[in-house]
């Protein structure tokens, strides 16, 4: 089985980019991940992150037209890729089977508990 | 439309710098945008700060560029990991020459911070180069010109009026000591009295009042902040702007306006101007009489005024007054200038000063550094055989003549920075000791430009004077030679070698013997008996309210212990300014109206305090009335100018007609580097200005204790200022003695620089001959023949510096003696004990070497092959 290496900080960061739906880019990113974690991070971490994504190739990028807040630069828009969605169901599936055994235990009660 | 906020310039920039082009404008625009958001929503402030923040998180190694290794850079790194290697590989080597270079360069920095110094006095005027002082050319005993620096007001006024160049002028007193009262506490201060010229064109600019308020009428005076701060404290020093001083003749002045303290580096220091005309209506005469000399006086030209004109101009106005003798003339010396360039001939033209002591000193380090940088040329040159094999294996892959040059420069260039940076950190440990030696409060201005420029131009200098021989001599090898080991023979920097340690015996010794002469002409100034003993005196000047009292307090100290005897004169018998040619003689004629007499005005017991021997004759008596009426004392050399065979009953001319009842001894009534005057000398009749007390020998402490006894009893009120007249006498050849003190030290490091380098050279030239000597060891040499074979081109090299070397010293040594009218005269073992002292050092280091060679067991040497 291929190993996904995904951190948990990348992980959201691609999440994001998914719920993103092609409007994803740096600052977007950013405000998003604050909405949904409530975390407060610098823009260089999510520059940090997408990088990594697209040289794992869990996202690719496409220049946007030039906006006037930008001084008249363009936006880098993250979509992400058929592998990044294959990682990140692999995580996912990791997760699920390691919980339902989490559930497994919790049905034993504990004597110490009582 | 409205512009949009812009983010701070300099993050921007340096984003622009580090990123990486193809992250840039990604990056950048997300902080942009980030930056346009937050200004809106909350302040242009805060985003400014966000947006620096964001730039800085934004460096990080994936986002900043690729570092671009060239060929250049690769290669210098790679020298100074060779060089490195080399230092690690070659101690001795390193440490010879970085030792040298750092001592030799810590002489050099310090020397250079005084000379930079000395350099910088009076140079703080903004008009400094057309500020002129005037001075008078008087006729001396022998028909010559001597310059004294003060003139008459008359003339400071007609110059400043009468030229047309001459845009504006200061005339003031000499420096007084005064003593000022502020409700009933005393300060004695050093001031003058001044017109408003001096505010005008020197830089001493007012921090409170005003020019105008401080001239307007006699009753008001100028302060340094130095003494408001004295007067009122260190904080509310600006009150004193409008109070009243008193004077001690009870006068009350009004502080007009408080001036900014004068710089260390100035000539002219007072910390109070009173209006001149004060002083001017204590005395017609001191307005009025062109002969009255006694006020500095300096004229400011126009910028397009020709200041070779002055001299000539101002001595014409002179010369049209009726004090005027044929041949005197003004002098004008620049302010500029006059510190360093203070000593007349006698056509009265500027002939040195403290100039020379500069020029020693820089000439001195200068010496020293190269005498260090020899050493590096050397034994970097000698151990070139050693290198030529890594030399030529270079050259067979492939490198450069070039490269190669600058792979030992490099080397140098790390000797050398690793030495500066010793030498700074030297020089600042030892700058307190070199303040109190120079007594100039110096340091070194990390923070100023040049201070930095100059370590780069040493560094520069040093490593390309050091460095560049070396560099070219191992670079042109032939591989071919080098690899059948043939080399070495052709070198052809054996002569250049040769000619080095030569030259560098040549710089130690006029060093060495100029330091001895220095040594000796010190030592006799310093014990050079003057003709009067200054042992065990004490010398003061009097202010007014002492001078009043002077027969009470004499009496009343006479009976105290520890108190030898007493007298008063009008000038210190070792400084005596006064000079008037109105002395007449029986014989006299009209080819001695030029003769210019020294003054002085004794008291009873003059003979006592100083002990100034008779030829012939008496003193002044207590008890013959008839003395301060019509006696006069002359010294020999007065008598020989007049003339007089048999001087005594002699009646001369000088303040009524007097007769001359003894002839005393010569003595030096100034610096030893002018001759004896002839003096006059006449009974005390109110001119007073100076007591002096000899003390019982060892029993200084119980005079001074009486001498403060007896003033807190007569006059509480005036602080007692004494000096002993041996400190005057050190202090007065001050600049002297720091030469001597420095010279030693210069001749000792210069020699022990020296033989650093000559030691290198024999060492390595035992390593290098190695097996030549244990073969004729095994062959039955002696131990001293060995030594012999390896001291012997040395010690000729040595020899043949020395001799070069001597004639040298006794030039420059000459030289500098010529300038004192009294000086010691060059002697053989001047040459011949620091001569031999080198040879015997040099010998010393090479036969240690020597030694350590010859014994070394030849089994050990040759079982290598």
């Known amino acids: ?114 | 439309m409205k512009k949009l906020p812009q983010p701070p310039r300099w993050a921007d920039h340096f984003l622009e710098w580090y990123c990486r082009p193809e992250l840039l404008e990604e990056i950048q625009g997300d902080i942009y945008e980030l930056f346009a958001m937050r200004a809106k929503e909350k302040s242009l402030a805060q985003a400014r700060r966000r947006f620096v923040w964001d730039v800085l998180r934004s460096f990080r190694l994936s986002t900043i560029k690729h570092i671009k290794f060239n060929h250049n850079t690769m290669m210098f790194s790679n020298h100074l990991k060779i060089a490195f290697r080399m230092l690690q590989k070659k101690k001795g080597f390193a440490l010879l020459n970085i030792s040298g270079i750092a001592i030799s360069l810590t002489f050099a920095l310090l020397m250079l911070l005084w000379v930079q110094d000395e350099l910088s006095v009076n140079k703080f005027h903004e008009n400094g180069d057309r500020i002129y002082h005037l001075s008078m050319g008087f006729i001396d005993a022998d028909g010559q010109i001597d310059v004294s620096p003060i003139v008459s007001y008359q003339l400071s006024q007609a110059a400043k009026k009468e030229l047309p160049y001459v845009e504006n002028g200061a005339a003031f007193s000499y420096n007084m000591e005064k003593v000022l009262s502020y409700k009933d506490q005393q300060f004695k201060v050093e001031g003058v009295y001044g017109d408003k010229g001096v505010f005008e064109i020197f830089n001493f600019p007012l921090l409170l009042g005003s020019i105008k308020e401080t001239f307007k009428h006699t009753q008001s005076l100028a302060i340094s902040k130095n003494l408001a701060q004295r007067l009122f404290g260190e904080t509310d020093w600006q009150q004193a702007l409008g109070k009243s001083l008193q004077l001690e003749n009870g006068k009350s002045l009004k502080v007009g306006s408080i001036y900014a303290n004068i710089p260390e580096n100035s000539t002219l220091k007072f910390d109070f101007v009173i209006h001149v005309e004060d002083w001017l209506n204590s005395d017609e005469e001191l307005a009025a009489h062109w002969g009255y000399h006694a006020f500095s006086a300096y004229v400011l030209l126009r910028s397009d005024a020709d200041a070779s004109q002055l001299q000539e101009d101002v001595t014409e106005i002179y010369a049209n007054s009726e004090v005027y003798d044929e041949g005197e003339m003004v002098v004008t010396q620049a302010i500029v200038d006059e510190y360093l360039y203070s000593r007349f001939d006698k056509q009265g033209k500027v002939v040195g000063g403290r100039i020379e002591y500069v020029q020693i000193f820089f000439w001195a380090s200068i010496f020293l550094l190269l005498i260090a940088g020899i050493n590096f040329i050397n034994l970097a040159t000698a151990r070139a055989s050693q290198r030529a094999k890594e030399v030529s294996l270079r050259k067979v892959v492939g490198a450069k003549r070039g490269s190669l040059i600058s792979q030992f420069l490099t080397e140098a260039g790390l000797i050398t920075m690793i030495s500066i940076v010793l030498a700074l950190g030297l020089a600042e440990l030892s700058l307190p000791y070199v303040r109190s030696l120079t007594g100039k409060n110096l340091y070194f201005n990390y923070l100023s430009a040049e201070y930095w420029l100059f370590l780069g131009f040493i560094f520069l200098g040093m490593t390309l004077f050091s460095g560049i021989y070396p560099s070219f001599i191992l670079s042109s090898f032939k591989i071919t030679n080098v690899l059948k080991r043939n080399f070495g023979k052709g070198l052809g920097s054996n002569h250049f070698r040769r000619g080095l340690v030569i030259l560098q015996f040549v710089l130690s010794l006029v060093l060495i013997v100029g330091a001895v002469v220095v040594r000796q002409q010190i030592h006799y100034i310093k014990n050079k008996n003057l003709g009067l003993d200054r042992s065990n005196v004490i010398y003061m000047r009097m202010a007014s309210k002492a001078q009043d009292n002077y027969k009470v307090i004499r009496d009343k100290l006479t009976q105290k212990p520890g108190i030898e005897a007493i007298t008063s004169t009008s000038h210190n018998p070792m400084l005596v300014s006064n000079e008037s040619n109105g002395v007449d003689w029986p014989a006299k004629d009209d080819s001695h109206d030029h003769i210019h007499f020294n003054i002085l005005y004794a008291e009873q017991n003059f003979e006592k305090v100083f002990k100034i021997p008779l030829a012939e004759g008496r003193y002044f008596q207590k008890d013959m009335k008839s003395d301060p009426e019509k006696a006069v004392i002359i010294n020999e050399k007065a008598a020989e100018v007049m003339g007089l065979k048999k001087p005594l009953g002699t009646n001369l001319q000088v303040e009524g007609e007097r007769q001359i009842i003894g002839v005393v001894k010569n003595f030096h009534m100034n610096t030893l580097y002018e001759d004896i005057n002839p003096m006059v000398i006449l009974p005390e009749q109110g001119f007073n200005w100076s007591m002096f007390v000899r003390t019982k020998k060892g029993k200084t402490q119980e005079a001074i204790k009486s001498l403060e006894a007896v003033f807190e009893e007569i006059i509480p009120s005036s602080p007692l200022v004494y000096e002993f007249l041996d400190d005057y006498h050190n202090n007065r050849y001050k600049s002297e003695l720091l030469t001597g003190t420095l010279a030693n030290y210069f001749a000792l490091f210069s020699i022990f620089i020296s033989c650093l380098g000559l030691y290198g050279l024999v060492s390595f030239l035992a390593e290098q001959k190695t097996k030549e000597i244990a073969i004729r060891k095994v062959l039955g040499a002696s131990v001293w023949q060995i030594i012999t074979l390896l001291s012997r081109n040395f010690l000729t090299l040595v020899s043949i510096g020395l001799v070069i070397g001597a004639p040298l010293a006794w030039y420059f040594t000459q030289n500098w003696l010529q300038k004192f009218a009294y000086h010691i005269d060059l002697q053989a073992w001047m040459f011949v004990i620091p001569t031999f002292l080198a040879v015997l050092i040099a010998a010393f280091t090479v036969g240690y070497q020597g030694i350590r060679a010859a014994w070394k067991n030849p089994v050990n040497s040759l079982r290598e092959d």
Request: aromatic share 6%; charged share 25%.
């Open chain 1, 1 to 114: 089985m291929q190993r996904v290496n995904l951190g948990e900080f990348e992980e959201l960061v691609l999440l994001i980019v998914g719920v993103l739906q092609g409007e994803a880019y740096g600052v977007k990113v950013l405000e998003e991940f604050n909405e949904q974690t409530g975390r407060a991070v610098n823009i260089s971490a999510i520059h940090a992150a997408l990088r990594r994504l697209e040289s794992k190739g869990f996202v690719k990028s496409a220049w946007s037209e030039a906006t006037a807040e930008r001084g008249g630069r363009r936006k880098r828009l993250f979509s992400i890729t058929a592998r990044g969605v294959q990682a990140l169901e692999e995580v996912r599936d990791l997760r699920n089977r390691l919980w339902e055994q989490i559930q497994g235990l919790g049905l034993n009660p504990n004597p110490s508990m009582t």
